[in-house]
């Protein structure tokens, strides 16, 4: 995979585009006018690793949320207006790293210079943000349909306000539900600009469909070298979309931080709760935070189980009501009893 390379753009304490790594972010979604409960899930999802946090900022009372979470993590936040260009101003006035805004949303030409200008003063990048389902209506009349053309478009038009009030400290998204409709139309814009792309698939769905969605789409366009910062989008509790973005980074190659875990589909032969000792070891190694980069099988019988593991670095292998611990592909000893236990022991001696 040969990345596409982009401009740099510097957000708070994180730089995205040329060589950076591929930064996940998440959107808050706790009520804006509840500030401590921001602020706590704030919290909890750069526990998860988040890298950049966006939180919505619908009139300019409510900056007083990016205040309060700036005091509370230490992660670039982004402020998500529409419409009000005073929100713009004040999300600034309150510390925001970054405005995501279309300037085509925001009134006239004044008002897109005030928050241009205004994000110049303070080296503040601005993301542009189109969605498939909320184009422009003279560019839905021209294409028809929110065709990949039709989004390159809009977002190219967003740009133009924007670099009209010399103003290129730009990120863009262009977003469908849509896979091959996205993908297209990233495609197709990473062939028109160097601005730094924020990738994701917008209302990709639950914790199912949503994964599938955002892996193919997201994961699709990583291994054609497309994309500087990612969102996966889910109907779920915004630390899982974090979760969900190092899982499809790692699934594409790029190195993560902390474990990875494979593990078989089972079969008739597994005669150990092999799906529930897995759960339970993942979730154990993620509540703790543990961030080894160790590969970790979790497989269902000794019959395959050590040979088709033998690049992990430690492992079990089921039998009746017992496993079988290998490291780095040596058999060690049998573990019975309580197994994820005496196993997650085993990996921290690693």
Known sequence: MTRQLKREVKIGNITIGGTHPITVQTMLNVPVKDIAGNVAQAKRVAAAGCQIVRVT???PADAAVVSAIKEAVDIPVVADIHFDYRAALAALDA????????????GDDDRVKAVADACNAKNVPIRIGVNGGS???????????PVPEAMVESALYHVRLLEKHDFD????????????RMMAAYRMLSAQTD??????????GGN????IKSGMGIGGLLLEGIGDTLRVSLTE????????????????GYAVAGPEIISCPTCGRTQYPMIEIANEVERRLRDEGFKKPLKIAIMGCVVNGPGEASDADIGIAGGKDEALLFIRGEKVRMLKGDIVGQFIDEIHKL
Not at 135 to 145: R, T, V
Request: proline share 7%; glycine share 8%.
């Open 57 to 59: 900022v619908p009139t």
């Open 237 to 252: 509790d915004p630390e899982n979309e974090v979760y969900a973005g190092y899982d499809i980074l790692r699934a594409v």
């Open 195 to 204: 601005y730094p792309l924020h990738v994701g698939v917008t209302e990709a």
């Open 208 to 211: 199912r469909m949503g994964l």
């Open 95 to 106: 510390g925001a790293d970054k405005i995501r805004i279309n300037p085509g949303n925001i």
């Open 135 to 145: 184009l422009e209506k003279h560019i839905l009349a021209k294409y028809g349909a």
């Open 169 to 180: 400290n730009i990120v863009i998204s262009i977003k469908s539900s849509n896979v091959p």
